[in-house]
């Protein structure tokens, strides 16, 4: 699903225009960003949690020449399914 197609079905569920879902999905992921960016956690429960994972740096090697090289620590983000979300997948 393209983003377009899922701003028209967010807009169709929610009886709203096009760019109102448009304008509220994009402040609601800014929220998400800033309070990753902070360290903090953002739950939605039935849906997930958003938060901050940190990864140590480590020693990786050139696939290409197989020189050992060092992989800098850094931040990403990380998705956790709520159970609900979880359970509605299953067969």
């Not at 169709?12 to 960003?33: D, L, P, Y």
């Amino acid at each position: 699903m393209t983003k377009q197609e899922f701003i028209s079905a967010v807009a169709a569920k929610g009886e709203v225009t096009k760019e109102c879902a448009a304008g509220i999905m994009g402040a609601m992921f800014e929220v998400i960003t800033e309070n990753l960016q902070k360290g903090e956690r953002t739950s939605w429960p039935g849906f997930g949690s958003f938060e901050t994972s940190h990864r140590k740096a480590r020693q990786g090697r050139n696939p290409r020449t197989g020189e050992a090289l060092q992989i800098p620590a850094s931040k990403g983000a990380k998705f956790n399914a709520s159970k609900p979300l979880k359970d509605s997948l299953r067969e």
